[in-house]
């Protein structure tokens, strides 16, 4: 799949879920209305759309939610799609299923994702001060996520650890979590917050630009270049001082558009060609209405045809609106 601007689409990210198990504060509000089981597409149909997409050239896919792990029975769909790892198909067959998880249901689930066929997982993790990280995630417990990280580690899944950087919240503590990452041969990826969803809090006194962070950290360590890609949109360093890999993913101050290699699909069927903007695909209507999987390809080619040169990301300081309205639980970031 090539879109407009000669990108290749390789990589899938499937959100499972609109669901989720906590209720971070620059994700979601504390009371969410979640979405009618009626709307969303079962374990069968997803395992069908995404075959669709390997045949047409998908490389890697990744299932993230809401909380993917909170879906009963996803497992199956785990292990369904484990099975077209190194299988060839029209455009290659499948080389990567990925995870991304709050951590909370990893002692639960680690060792059957390696049985799946999962070999790597990042894990949001803003903080590891328990009672910082109960007022960032409302209902979590900081306790369960680490024992989640010990649990991925012990059943051979190499963790990522992802952080958002927020102003005035977490900001102090992103040296020590580079460190503690680090230490236990985990990479860090610095995210900036983005501007999805109404979420009852406002997102523009906890912006922080990665540029900020990045020029701070500077000071203190000898962050090398590094040509590494996980085939996400992060930019890495290496950290020399510590050996491990720190990653940037930056929507606003340096958009991560020019080799967007992805889209995603949400639990509703719904494609986006792009997180940042509003225009979508309704691949459920295809996948209900036949078996024909012709059909369901000439939508997906019709959908990626459309797909944008960028995101619009903005934090807008006058309105204080988001850039879109559909929460980030919702589209799976």
Not at 94 to 102: A, H, M, Q, R, S
Not at 226 to 236: D, F
Request: with cysteine; proline share 3%.
């Amino acid at each position: 799949m090539i879109d407009p601007f000669g990108r290749h689409i390789t990589y899938l990210r499937v959100s499972v879920t609109d669901r989720c198990d906590f209720r971070c504060v620059y994700c979601m509000g504390e009371h969410m209305s979640f979405l009618p089981k009626a709307e969303v597409l079962t374990l069968e149909e997803l395992e069908r759309l995404a075959g669709a997409f390997i045949d047409k050239g998908v490389e890697r896919i990744r299932i993230t939610g809401g909380e993917p792990l909170v879906r009963r029975d996803v497992m199956r769909l785990f292990e369904a799609l484990g099975r077209r790892i190194g299988q060839s198909g029209k455009a290659g067959g499948l080389k990567e299923l990925t995870l991304t998880t709050n951590g909370s249901q990893l002692s639960r689930f680690a060792r059957e994702l390696v049985s799946a066929g999962v070999r790597r997982v990042n894990v949001s993790l803003d903080t590891r001060d328990p009672d910082r990280f109960h007022a960032l995630t409302r209902w979590g417990q900081l306790s369960k996520v680490l024992a989640g990280i010990d649990a991925a580690q012990e059943a051979g899944l190499a963790v990522k650890i992802n952080m958002v950087a927020l102003r005035g919240t977490n900001e102090d503590e992103i040296a020590s979590m580079l460190e503690w990452a680090h230490g236990r041969g985990m990479d860090l990826t610095l995210i900036e917050t983005m501007p999805l969803g109404e979420i009852g809090e406002d997102r523009v006194d906890h912006y922080l630009p990665l540029s900020d962070v990045r020029a701070k950290l500077a000071e203190r360590y000898t962050l090398e270049e590094s040509s590494y890609q996980t085939g996400g949109p992060a930019r890495y360093v290496r950290v020399a001082e510590t050996g491990g890999r720190l990653g940037f993913i930056t929507p606003l101050t340096h958009n991560f558009c020019e080799a967007c290699n992805r889209v995603r699909l949400t639990c509703t069927g719904t494609l986006y060609m792009c997180l940042g903007q509003n225009d979508a695909a309704d691949l459920r209507a295809a996948v209900r209405a036949s078996r024909d999987d012709e059909a369901l390809s000439a939508a997906i080619d019709a959908a990626i045809a459309r797909k944008p040169k960028g995101h619009d990301f903005v934090i807008d300081r006058n309105t204080r609106a988001p850039a879109v309205s559909r929460p980030m639980s919702l589209t799976g970031g």
